[in-house]
């Protein structure tokens, strides 16, 4: 039986401003592409999308969707301490406009795992006076999104603590571990920034806000039962909580591994694998909506990121259809889903690798020309259903 969704769901695509715009020449992953060369890829044009995101909009609207989330990069807009770029504020409010005049509905994420090389060079989120900093940016950020329904103060920032975390452990002369984890005590600082600059979007914009979780859709063996809470308290949990007072929560879901008793177990090598190497596992969704539901309560929650890293498009199609269905169930048994954004729109720069292809879109990295792929006219049919 048909499954209908209700009036107004977001249906939408995602990006970020550095896997698709190309030459964000002042932030720490760019730097770190060039101090890393060799083992990772460059970024360099990426996509061209800095120049081409009308082409991007127009292809998402005209396949049926309505809803497209991106980011707006911190270090264009803010090039030096406390110096903000006039003409690159204007440049995303463009964006934001033209979003809404093909009736996009822009999800805006005003961080999404980049920061300015100052801010690094400063501590970063350890910082003395990090919390000040974001809030700063973010005031001014403000002053842009006259009209945007929904803003993400910081994209994933488990992800965020992993990554910052590890560069921690690293730079103590210690060797990248083997099972990176959040680093708790960036986690927290991160919880702090997005506690203080949350209700500033919200007085200034009157926007619902929130911020996105990477949920792990963990699993207990047998007799692991805690270390599994222990595992997701530290991965996932902690910033749940810290979303209980939003306007929404974003989850981002994509496989589902295993705890036991030493701790979260490796996908195992199958030919089924996905080019990040992760389970197909599209009830993962399922999983993280009830569990998110489960830590936040009745928070409303937006789908900001699901995805397959695949070259086999019938395959993205069979794994979002079946995300969906979980998503639909899920939906019937009394969780407020308000929208799902696919990941990615477009075949992007996988932090750090160029193989891992989830678009809906794919791109020819010489011309830069969109082919656009089954699945976006696909899942712009379900959207213009409004029903699976």
Not at 83 to 106: E, Q, V
Not at 107 to 114: A, E, N, P
């Amino acid at each position: 039986m048909p499954y209908t969704f209700p009036v107004g769901f977001l249906w939408g695509a995602a990006t970020a401003a550095h896997q698709v715009e190309g030459n964000n020449v002042n932030n720490d992953w760019w730097k770190l592409e060039h101090d890393a060369a060799g083992y990772i890829d460059f970024s360099g044009d990426a996509l061209d999308s800095y120049h081409r995101y009308p082409e991007d909009m127009r292809l998402l609207a005209e396949a049926g969707l309505n809803t497209y989330r991106f980011s707006i990069e911190w270090s264009r807009i803010e090039p030096s301490p406390g110096k903000f770029s006039g003409a690159l504020l204007a440049h995303y409010r463009r964006m934001i406009d033209t979003a809404l005049a093909l009736g996009l509905t822009p999800i805006v994420t005003l961080h999404h795992f980049t920061h300015p090389l100052w801010f690094g060079e400063r501590g970063g989120w350890l910082g003395p006076d990090a919390v000040e900093t974001f809030t700063r940016y973010v005031q001014r950020a403000c002053t842009i999104l006259e009209g945007v329904q929904w803003v993400c103060t910081i994209n994933e920032p488990n992800v965020v603590a992993m990554n910052h975390g590890a560069a921690r452990i690293m730079a103590a002369g210690h060797p990248y571990p083997s099972t990176p984890f959040p680093d708790p005590v960036i986690g927290e600082a991160l919880i702090t920034a997005h506690l203080a600059a949350a209700p500033l979007i919200r007085q200034a914009t009157g926007a619902h806000v929130g911020w996105t979780v990477a949920n792990q859709a963990f699993v207990a063996a047998p007799g692991a039962e805690s270390k599994h809470a222990e595992v997701k308290y530290t991965w996932e949990d902690m910033y749940l909580e810290a979303a209980r007072g939003d306007d929404y929560v974003g989850v981002q879901s994509y496989t589902s591994q295993v705890i036991d008793a030493d701790g979260i177990r490796a996908h195992p090598e199958d030919p089924g694998n996905t080019l990040m190497g992760w389970a197909y596992r599209p009830d993962a969704l399922s999983i993280a909506l009830r569990h998110t539901r489960d830590i936040v309560g009745e928070v409303p929650i937006v789908v900001t990121e699901n995805g397959i890293a695949t070259d086999d498009d019938e395959r993205r199609i069979a794994y979002t259809g079946e995300a969906l269905a979980g998503l639909a169930q899920a939906m019937q048994d009394g969780i407020d889903v308000r929208g799902y954004c696919h990941w990615s729109l477009l075949d992007n720069f996988e932090w750090g690798r160029w193989h891992p292809t989830f678009g809906l879109i794919a791109v020819d990295h010489d011309t830069f020309a969109r082919h656009p792929k089954p699945s976006l006219a696909w899942l712009g049919s379900v959207a213009q259903a409004n029903a699976i």
